[in-house]
């Protein structure tokens, strides 16, 4: 079994960055995709950012793109989330995911078979 922390989160102004890690444990780090997932207050759970197993190829929401990079150390067991320029509109919940079916990155949240509890990002304005 495979079990996802995610960590870094914290209260930031607007403009600000923040970097957010996921480590996992349990087994070799070896999705085939990594995801970052987020849900804002009074919103439904939404993509963010996804990676291949090798780092290669990225996929972001519009919302996101330009702003936040997924990076990924399979040495270290862990991928991460660069966000810049940091909004109101992203304070949320990030939750990371793996999937270990898929090649590409995507966003079908119902495809992603290990989840962590999230970490809380507030970004004031």
């Known amino acids: 079994q495979v079990q996802l922390v995610e960590s870094g989160g914290g209260l930031v102004q607007a403009g600000g960055s923040l970097k957010l890690s996921c480590a996992a444990s349990g087994r070799a780090f070896s999705y085939y995709a990594m995801a970052w997932f987020r849900q804002a207050p009074g919103k439904e759970r939404e993509f963010a950012a996804a990676i291949t197993w090798s780092g290669g190829s990225t996929y972001y929401a519009d919302s996101v793109k330009g702003r936040f990079t997924i990076s990924r150390d399979n040495a270290k067991n862990t991928v991460y989330l660069h966000m810049n320029s940091l909004k109101p509109e992203d304070t949320a919940v990030y939750y990371c995911?793996?999937?270990?079916?898929?090649?590409?990155?995507?966003?079908?949240?119902?495809?992603?078979?290990?989840w962590g509890q999230g970490t809380q990002v507030t970004v004031s304005s």
């Open positions: 995911a793996g999937d270990s079916v898929a090649f590409r990155p995507h966003s079908d949240q119902g495809e992603y078979d290990y």
